[in-house]
């Protein structure tokens, strides 16, 4: 029964404890990440010391915590540890007096002593199990609540095919990423047809890049509806939806790999001769090849040996390597003087040809070369 009762006992005292101890984990662990991520920020703006404080605050907490629970596992170990002796003392005890009655043999005494020692070996362990049964059930709800949670956007049961001939249309378009905020895309209209060159101009924060985000199906609309074709994108396969549209994000992200092997992500099939084609259109050719390594120059994690221009040009060959109706081009000229920027964009637009193109740009450059420009306002 103590072996039983006292493991039990341990199980609630400790169960709060582990489970704040695995948040403990996460959050110390999370403020590391970000810190050695924004190691450069943290130095510029001599902001160690307040980094410092939340870590030594962090671990101090978890350190409480790991001494609260060692002192509880120790005392029921002890407990258990005393209780076995105490109980194997009482039956040796009442054993001899029972035996002294002749009311047991002699190796009836020994048995009953080796099975009390043997009860208490076979419970023992329990102590030591239940108190890791806390963590672990936290952890998996950690786990499950992420695994549980459902995609903000998903394909409906049966997509409807998306139609041969590209067009894309905006219609009455309305989205806030919060219900209760001003919405970012509001009752916005336009259209364009296969291989149209669009432009979508506005200051910052007015929702350019949202628009993207819109599209992709990252987030869903909040009103009006966006037609691939003649379907609503909501109806479509959202793997096909993604197909049509080769996107050059804002923010790039490159791989811990190989020139080569981030632009093969965007397009496995890619020979030499494209990309090196679709480098040299944007830029880099001849910066990669100047490299001792060429195209199998480790760019680090995020392209860290790279400045932010070179990742952007970088970003702009994998999107001119993945082959889809519409290339969209968010600020592709960050980090560019105007000039090189009318001589990439130039190239773009030369390259493709029958693709449509979405540029979005802070800057005006080339716009007269698009067939609409749309401007969103903040
Ligand atoms: N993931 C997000 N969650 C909540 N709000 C967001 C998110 N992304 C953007 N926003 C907000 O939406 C608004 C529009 O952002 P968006 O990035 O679309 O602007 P933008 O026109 O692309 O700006 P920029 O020219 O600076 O790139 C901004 O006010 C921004 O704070
Ligand atoms: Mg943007």
Redesign the pocket.
């Known amino acids: 029964m103590a072996g039983l009762v006292i493991p039990l006992m341990t199980f609630k005292a400790t169960q709060s404890c582990e489970q704040s101890l695995v948040e403990q984990h996460a959050h110390l662990q999370a403020h590391l990440s970000e810190t050695l991520q924004g190691l450069g920020e943290v130095l510029v703006y001599d902001s160690q010391s307040h980094h410092q404080k939340i870590y030594h605050e962090q671990c101090a907490a978890l350190t409480h915590m790991q001494n609260k629970l060692g002192f509880i596992a120790s005392l029921s170990q002890s407990l258990v540890a005393c209780m076995a002796s105490v109980t194997v003392v009482g039956v040796m005890l009442v054993s001899a007096l029972l035996f002294k009655n002749a009311q047991i043999e002699p190796p009836d005494f020994a048995l009953l002593v080796l099975l009390s020692l043997a009860s208490f070996d076979a419970v023992s362990p329990m102590s030591a199990a239940l108190q890791g049964l806390g963590a672990v059930q936290r952890a998996a709800q950690r786990l499950f609540d992420i695994a549980d949670q459902k995609p903000t956007c998903v394909t409906r049961h049966n997509p409807a095919p998306i139609s041969q001939n590209f067009s894309l249309n905006f219609d009455n378009v309305s989205f806030a990423?919060?219900k209760e905020?001003q919405p970012?895309?509001s009752h916005l209209s336009f259209s364009m047809k296969a291989g149209e060159k669009i432009a979508i101009i506005?200051?910052?924060?007015?929702?350019?890049?949202?628009?993207?985000?819109v599209l992709m199906r990252f987030?869903d609309v909040d009103d009006g509806h966006i037609f691939i074709g003649d379907k609503d994108i909501k109806d479509v396969d959202l793997q096909a939806l993604r197909a049509q549209f080769s996107v050059m994000p804002?923010k790039p992200y490159l791989f811990a790999g190989t020139i080569r092997d981030n632009l093969h992500l965007a397009n496995p099939q890619a020979s030499q001769a494209d990309i090196e084609e679709a480098c040299y259109i944007a830029g880099i050719h001849d910066f990669i090849t100047a490299l001792p390594d060429g195209y199998d120059t480790f760019v680090g994690e995020n392209g860290h040996a790279l400045s932010g221009g070179q990742v952007k040009r970088i970003a702009l060959a994998q999107a001119l390597l993945k082959k889809a109706p519409c290339l969209i081009l968010?600020?592709p000229a960050e980090g560019l003087d105007y000039a090189m920027e009318a001589d990439i964009l130039s190239r773009v637009i030369k390259h493709l040809d029958e693709t449509a193109l979405i540029l979005?740009t802070?800057r005006h450059v080339g716009i007269d070369r698009m067939n609409q420009v749309i401007t969103?306002k903040?």
């Not at 910052?204 to 890049?209: D, E, H, L, Q, Y």
């Open positions: 990423y919060q905020q970012v895309l506005g200051p910052t924060g007015a929702g350019k890049s949202s628009l993207v985000n987030w804002q968010d600020e979005i802070h969103l903040a």
